[in-house]
């Protein structure tokens, strides 16, 4: 299959024309850089130069001028208190783009630097819950309950992980039910909402974990969410839903939560060996910008292996490159 064409991943990527130089210019120059210094070419924006990779082998934003900039994010001050907590929702309409494997990860590495996360599985599948090591399809109750049932109470359904300060909402197969039962409920799309909000004031970050698709459960989590991040692999089916999920999003802010914002959108599945890779970095940096986290996920085998363990790959391969990116991905949350 042949590479497609400029005009092919602009629209796949909903970006504008591209300007004469790629990717666009960052329009503030950090400290101590002179705006007029030699041009660089395409493969050193995308490139990070072997000096200045850090430990771990973490991939950088492919703009020099954004990390230097930015600087790298210090370690979080630790907390004298908890709470209110600021609701993330993970999302993106395709599959396998590593929503829930960031979820995981992301939570546990926050869980590090003393913030109290809870984990929402909003998904059907039931990913996020077995990637915990819970056997969510023997549960008495679930998110399902919690969002339906008027007599199920949030600690009935709240559980503790593996991981300190991390906690858990599980969902099983009876969540697949529960997009036709809510088209009948009034107000409908603050269902989860109204059923997170009195623990909101016990946790720092809520990160919901959405299901594929843009239906009525990932309406409920944008709904109350403050914050959205989109993990994004990098190829070229991954950009084509990109303006889709920006639209919905769009829907979301002027008609339910004027208050939502796209937190970042975040690099997954990156492979720096592949001119594709780096092309795709490209468009998404040419299209959100400084929403691009600075870190980006490379794939490796770990996260399969952490599967099986049903644990976060911060505590089954604590020194890997993998665990560290998520370290620096919770820094760059925390300081955004």
Same mark, same amino acid.
């Given at each position: 299959m042949?590479?497609? /064409?400029s005009?092919a991943?602009? =629209?796949a990527?909903?970006a504008?024309? $591209?300007r004469?130089?790629?990717? =666009?210019?960052v329009?503030d120059?950090a400290p101590g850089?002179s705006?007029?210094?030699?041009?660089q070419?395409?493969?050193?924006l995308f490139v990070v130069?072997?000096p200045?990779?850090?430990?771990g082998?973490?991939? &950088?934003?492919?703009?020099?001028?954004?990390r230097?900039?930015?600087?790298?994010?210090?370690? $979080?001050?630790p907390?004298?208190?908890?709470g209110?907590?600021?609701?993330?929702?993970?999302?993106n309409?395709?599959?396998?783009?590593?929503? !829930?494997?960031?979820?995981?990860?992301?939570?546990?590495?926050l869980a590090?630097y003393?913030r109290?996360? &809870?984990l929402?599985?909003l998904d059907?599948?039931? +990913?996020?819950?077995?990637?915990l090591?819970?056997?969510?399809?023997?549960?008495?109750?679930?998110?399902y *309950?919690?969002?339906l049932?008027r @007599?199920?109470?949030?600690?009935d359904?709240?559980m503790?992980?593996?991981?300190?300060n991390?906690?858990?909402?599980?969902a @099983?197969i009876?969540l697949? +039910?529960?997009?036709v039962q809510?088209i009948n409920?009034?107000?409908?799309e603050?269902?989860l909402?109204? =059923? &997170?909000? $009195?623990?909101?004031?016990?946790?720092d970050?809520?990160?919901? *974990?959405?299901?594929p698709?843009?239906? &009525?459960l990932?309406?409920?989590?944008?709904?109350?969410?403050?914050g %959205?991040?989109m993990p994004?692999?990098?190829?070229f089916?991954?950009?084509r839903?990109?303006?889709?999920?920006? /639209?919905?999003?769009?829907?979301?802010?002027?008609?339910? @939560?004027?208050?939502?914002v796209?937190d970042?959108?975040?690099?997954?599945?990156?492979?720096?060996?592949?001119?594709h +890779?780096? /092309?795709v970095?490209g468009?998404?940096?040419?299209r959100?910008?400084?929403?691009?986290y /600075?870190?980006?996920i490379?794939?490796t085998?770990?996260f399969?292996? !952490?599967? %099986?363990?049903?644990?976060?790959?911060?505590?089954?391969? $604590?020194?890997s490159p +993998?665990?560290e990116?998520?370290? !620096?991905l919770?820094?760059?949350v925390?300081?955004?």
């Amino acid at each position: 299959m042949s590479e497609p /064409d400029s005009a092919a991943w602009r =629209a796949a990527a909903g970006a504008p024309a $591209p300007r004469p130089e790629y990717p =666009a210019p960052v329009p503030d120059v950090a400290p101590g850089v002179s705006s007029d210094g030699p041009t660089q070419s395409a493969d050193e924006l995308f490139v990070v130069p072997e000096p200045e990779r850090p430990a771990g082998g973490i991939s &950088l934003s492919s703009s020099p001028a954004i990390r230097l900039r930015n600087g790298r994010d210090p370690q $979080p001050a630790p907390l004298t208190s908890h709470g209110p907590a600021r609701v993330v929702a993970v999302c993106n309409q395709k599959g396998g783009v590593g929503k !829930t494997t960031s979820v995981i990860n992301l939570g546990a590495a926050l869980a590090e630097y003393g913030r109290r996360v &809870l984990l929402v599985d909003l998904d059907p599948q039931g +990913a996020l819950s077995a990637g915990l090591g819970v056997a969510s399809h023997e549960l008495e109750h679930t998110v399902y *309950d919690l969002m339906l049932n008027r @007599n199920t109470a949030i600690t009935d359904v709240l559980m503790p992980t593996s991981v300190e300060n991390l906690d858990l909402i599980p969902a @099983n197969i009876d969540l697949s +039910a529960a997009e036709v039962q809510l088209i009948n409920e009034v107000g409908r799309e603050n269902t989860l909402g109204r =059923a &997170l909000r $009195p623990v909101l004031h016990a946790y720092d970050y809520v990160l919901i *974990d959405c299901q594929p698709s843009l239906g &009525l459960l990932t309406v409920n989590a944008l709904a109350c969410a403050q914050g %959205v991040i989109m993990p994004l692999a990098a190829e070229f089916f991954s950009l084509r839903g990109v303006a889709l999920l920006v /639209d919905t999003i769009g829907k979301v802010q002027d008609r339910i @939560n004027p208050d939502l914002v796209i937190d970042g959108v975040l690099v997954t599945m990156y492979d720096g060996r592949t001119v594709h +890779a780096k /092309d795709v970095v490209g468009m998404l940096i040419q299209r959100f910008g400084e929403q691009v986290y /600075d870190v980006m996920i490379s794939r490796t085998v770990k996260f399969p292996e !952490t599967t %099986v363990a049903g644990e976060p790959i911060t505590t089954y391969a $604590p020194s890997s490159p +993998a665990a560290e990116a998520y370290r !620096t991905l919770a820094r760059e949350v925390i300081a955004r």
